[in-house]
């Protein structure tokens, strides 16, 4: 067997697969520092920041197998420790000082403009020029100091670090450029010693300016949330326009379903503000989300699901909003409400119905067989996997029918299982991989 590498050797990377897909599947484990896409034999070799962040990924995908856009691409040690060959694209020369640094960034849910970018990096001496670009390693960024000493001590200070909390990871290079040259000073370039530049008179740019970035998320549109989230661009059938945040859910079962059951399945895809069953119509229910977009993923992705024997119809509603009254239940200020943190990271996750759920925040001496004791009255368990990530325990509970897996969400998330609120997602992993 390959001893371990902080490089990864992934097999089986189909046409359809992008840098960015192989990105979002490893970046949870830590900064990739280097990626070399090897088209003509469908592989693909990934350098982790350090060898334990290869060896968790290793872990994890050794038991559960990885699936991009449909394809499973197998992964292992390469027997490389270090990738010499550099993208073209980086313009970097590694650990040579240099007033002009390379920065990408990496796990980036939220978009990176100038503004941002000098917030970030002018604390630490006067920077002179800034250029973003996107290239096949991701978003990337030249910064240009006034001396190479500055430049020094803000790679010193940066590197590694997130400009939000949990995502937008900081890697930096020195550049091999001698001079950045800048021609207009818009939310892509600025030359800083140079205000008088035009802004280029293309339109603006799709990525909007923001205030302070103190550590904080900005304040931004969710669309451009969602958009960064999945990786750029919005996924197919989502349009991001919508307006409308509250929606009926009809073709309900009236003897299995209540309120707080349909907010675990609609809180999948946004905050819930207040659910209300309506009275004379039984198996109807409106349901307002925290803002359009939010309702408009519910609608796209849970159109046509089955739950309790019956295909669940999902369109938006008439009414912008659920009045106040008895009959609502609020939620406004739940704190199960999923999209209250890391937003962004939660858009990610979502998608239609699927066999597998994912359970995450269990108690840490849980077993497999306690995993299916919680579950198993809802359906068919085909295979279940307990594991550990980031030393917290989560498993993976595979159903035989998509129906199934979603009436275990709706029953059993937020529920307490040894003093733990276990918390429940359909996972897009289509199998489960066994110890050898």
Partial sequence: MTEPSKVIHVRNVGHEISENDLL????????????????????????????????NALQLYTNIQPTIRGRNVYVQFSSHQELTTMDQNTQGRGDEPNRIL???????????????????????????????????????????????QLA???????QGRNIYDGCCQLDIQFSNLDELQVNYNNDRSRDFTNPNLP????????QPAYGDVVGYPPQMPNAAAIAAAFGGGLPPGISGTNDR???????LNPDRIDEDKLFNLFSLYGNIVRIKLLRNKPDHALVQMGDGFQAEL??????????????????????????????????????????NRNAAKNYR??????KMIHLSTLPQDITEEEIGNLVEEHGTIVNTKLFEMNGKKQALVLFETEEEATEALVCKHATSLAGSIVRISFSQLQSIRENQ
């Fill in 245 to 251: 945040c509250t929606v009926l859910a009809s073709n």
């Fill in 349 to 354: 996750y979502c998608c239609s119905p699927t």
């Fill in 152 to 158: 020094v001590q803000a790679r010193t200070s940066l």
């Fill in 102 to 148: 390379l920065v990408t960034i990496h796990h980036m849910l939220y978009p990176i403009t100038v503004e941002v970018l000098h917030q970030v990096f002018s604390p630490h001496g006067f920077v002179e020029k800034i250029v973003t670009f996107q290239k096949s390693a991701g978003f990337q960024a030249l910064i240009q100091y006034q001396s190479r």
């Fill in 199 to 206: 802004s280029e008179q293309k339109g603006r740019s799709s």
């Fill in 24 to 55: 979002q599947l490893f970046q949870p484990f830590g900064v990739i520092t280097k990626l070399v896409m090897l088209r003509a034999k469908n592989q693909a070799l990934l350098q982790m920041q350090d060898v334990p962040s290869a060896i």
């Fill in 298 to 339: 519910a609608v796209h992705f849970l159109k046509g699901a089955m739950l309790f024997g019956k295909r669940l119809e999902v369109n938006f509603s008439k009414h912008p909003n659920i009045t106040q009254g008895a009959d609502t239940h609020e939620y406004m200020n739940s704190n199960l409400n999923r999209f």
